[in-house]
């Protein structure tokens, strides 16, 4: 049972910057109180791209960074909850414009918490020796399911993807991804939805807010504790960027002022299943975390679920 590791890390957002004074032209808010309450400065919104191009897109620059080719590639996951094609999956798609030949492909739908679900699956298949070199994508076109006329939900999210490339570790190397913690609150599911027939995003921002910020840390610590990890020993918590006052609220319980607090949600809006594995990859590309040190990631959203893992930066 060998464990795997995060080999490298690519990203990939739309061109076009959306700032809060453009959303402002749209609903009646305002700069000042987005960036009080949600944290968020502009985010990307896409144009013609679909999920499948940019998932493909922070791929390519992942396996680029890897290297490795894509005969090597034996996995892609996925982690969306805003393709629009019912099938093929986006993991098909993806493989076919990397020119990755034969690989297992599926998607995970576990909107924000998506790319912690995906990575666990992925180190799991690792294990089980199903897996040698796998893709791990988080990539969301939120835009496409925005009620532009709603600005409670309009001015939190953007569009993106980004991507791992996952391993199998030595066997005399310690695992680079740590044994995921997650698991749901299915009573209170409704909480964040995308239902129905043409939806849009709706939720209960308070309620998700109250428990992201009373129930996630301990869960959080529970990865620290379950990969051997003490919290004071992390180098970088990237939890899904969904609010600069809940990633606070969370990284104040869990005591690491040492840390680095990922917070992209600034630039990048809320970008879902993405929001990890696109700070994670800036985080990388900016050399701000050493290679080898251990990085939490926490994701958290519809469904409530929520996974995490503490992970050794590549
Ligand atoms: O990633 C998926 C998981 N989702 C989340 O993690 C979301 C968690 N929740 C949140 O981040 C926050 O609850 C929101 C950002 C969604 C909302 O912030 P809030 O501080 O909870 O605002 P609120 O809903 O309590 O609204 C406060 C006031 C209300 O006015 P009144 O009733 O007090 O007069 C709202 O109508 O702010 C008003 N408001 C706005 N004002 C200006 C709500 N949205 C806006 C807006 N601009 N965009």
Redesign the pocket.
């Known amino acids: 049972m060998t464990g795997s590791r995060i080999l490298s890390l690519g990203h990939y957002q739309p061109s076009r910057v959306v700032t809060n004074d453009e959303?402002a032209q749209l609903?009646?808010?305002?700069d000042e109180?987005?960036r009080d309450?949600?944290g968020i400065a502009a985010r990307r919104i896409a144009g013609d791209e679909t999920v499948a191009d940019m998932a493909a897109a922070a791929a390519d620059k992942a396996l680029a960074n890897s290297g490795l080719n894509a005969a090597d590639i034996d996995l892609v996951v996925v982690a969306t909850c805003t393709s629009i094609d019912r099938s093929p999956n986006v993991a098909c798609r993806v493989a076919d414009k990397l020119g990755i030949d034969a690989p297992g492909a599926y998607d995970v739908n576990t909107?924000?918490s998506g790319f912690a679900y995906a990575l666990g699956t992925v180190d799991h298949a690792v294990r089980a020796g199903a897996s040698r070199n796998a893709l791990v994508i988080g990539a969301e076109k939120l835009s496409d399911f925005t009620d532009w006329t709603d600005?409670?939900?309009?001015?939190?999210f953007g569009d993106g993807a980004g991507a791992a490339v996952v391993t199998a570790a030595g066997e005399d190397e310690p695992a680079g991804v740590g044994p995921v913690v997650w698991g749901s609150v299915p009573e209170r599911g409704d909480?964040?939805r995308i239902q129905g027939w043409r939806p849009y995003v709706a939720?209960e921002?308070?309620t998700?807010?109250r428990w992201?910020t009373t129930a996630l840390a301990p869960l959080a610590l529970q990865a620290c504790e379950r990969a051997g990890v003490d919290p004071s020993e992390l180098a970088a918590f990237v939890p899904?960027q969904?609010?600069s006052?809940?990633i606070d609220g969370i990284a104040k319980r869990l005591n690491i002022p040492q840390a680095i607090i990922a917070k992209d949600i600034v630039e990048s809006g809320?970008t879902?299943a993405a929001?990890i594995p696109l700070a994670l990859s800036k985080l990388v590309e900016r050399r701000e975390v050493p290679a080898g040190a251990p990085v939490l990631l926490f994701g958290?959203?519809?469904g409530l679920t929520y996974a995490g893992q503490v992970v050794r930066c590549p």
């Not at 609903?27 to 305002?30: F, K, L």
């Not at 600005?151 to 939190?156: A, E, L």
């Open positions: 959303i609903v009646e808010t305002s109180w987005i309450r949600v909107a924000c600005r409670s939900t309009c001015i939190i909480a964040v939720q921002g308070q998700v807010f992201a899904h969904a609010n006052r809940i809320n879902s929001s958290f959203g519809g």
